[in-house]
């Protein structure tokens, strides 16, 4: 039912349920009725008879994301320590979203640098600093689909013609800690990216900088690389503290990406009561 909403995109923002039935293999009730449901979550509104766009409820999540969310909230002020006046810089904070790279928070010192990374635009894993300093650090299994799915775009970005190249180049990303490209994305612009970390040392997104090419500070390469791989893990050991206990006690949170579901309350059972007669 959720991968209904995956049909929504900027080149398509109005379906309708038949369109959708159609898209998924569905029959017509069980398109109707996942439709209902979303309907009833926010999450789709009807805009015309039997046309469907994205609700209310997913505005309202976004406010919530801008106003509180912890990576926003902690990664703003990393970011704040990173800005240089006279660079033209901007800070880009993303996340890993599937196969791709999303831009959750951009900062600047009011630079006109225009980007194709703008906050909920999807960006292909393999061109950019921004995208391959989290592609380095993907596990070998999701490398292997990855490249088996897209070894023409892995050949374009210079990333190797095989896949013993491939994770060659990988590997001398994650010896060096950090990652620059030059005009991989958007021409005239440089970029220097580092990895970012959640629970269990899992991959999350990225930390990176992106600069106007006849501005990039070239002989402090190393530098940069070093200052962002520190923000990066403050940026990580904050959103850790999160996980720990509110109150006393040596158990951890679990550092799993997926929740745990919460252990049944053991009840005394009851006899049955019998019928009267």
């Keep these: 039912m959720l991968g209904v909403l995956d049909l929504f995109s900027e080149d398509e923002p109005v379906w309708t349920v038949d369109a959708a039935a159609l898209q998924f293999g569905l029959t017509r009730a069980t398109a109707y009725r996942y439709v209902g449901e979303l309907c009833d979550a926010g999450?789709?509104?009807r805009v015309a008879q039997g046309a469907y766009s994205l609700g209310p409820r997913i505005?309202?999540?976004d406010r919530q994301i801008r106003q509180r969310d912890p990576l926003l909230t902690i990664g703003g002020r990393v970011m704040r320590d990173l800005l240089v006046?006279?660079?033209g810089q901007v800070i880009l904070l993303c996340d890993l979203f599937r196969d791709k790279v999303l831009c959750t928070h951009q900062m600047s010192n009011g630079t006109s640098l225009a980007l194709s990374y703008t906050r909920g635009r999807p960006m292909p894993?393999?061109?950019g600093a921004t995208a391959k300093a989290i592609l380095a650090y993907l596990p070998p299994r999701r490398l292997i689909q990855l490249y088996l799915q897209n070894q023409v775009e892995v050949t374009r970005a210079g990333l190797g013609n095989t896949y013993e190249e491939f994770v060659a180049s990988l590997k001398a990303i994650r010896r060096?800690?950090?990652?620059?490209?030059?005009?991989?994305v958007d021409p005239s612009v440089v970029g220097i990216g580092v990895?970012?970390?959640g629970g269990g040392r899992s991959i999350i997104g990225s930390l990176s900088i992106v600069f106007p090419s006849e501005r990039y500070p070239r002989r402090q390469e190393a530098q940069l690389g070093s200052d962002l791989q520190s923000a990066s893990a403050a940026l990580s050991s904050e959103l850790a503290r999160l996980a720990e206990p509110v109150r006393g006690g040596s158990d951890r949170a679990s550092t799993s990406t997926r929740p745990k579901r919460p252990a049944a309350k053991?009840?005394?059972s009851k006899p049955r009561s019998r019928a009267p007669g």
């Design 85 to 87: 006046p006279d660079r």
């Design 176 to 184: 060096q800690g950090y990652v620059v490209s030059h005009a991989e």
């Design 59 to 61: 505005i309202e999540l």
């Design 125 to 127: 894993l393999f061109r």
């Design 43 to 45: 999450l789709l509104m």
């Design 266 to 268: 053991a009840t005394q």
């Design 195 to 197: 990895p970012m970390f």
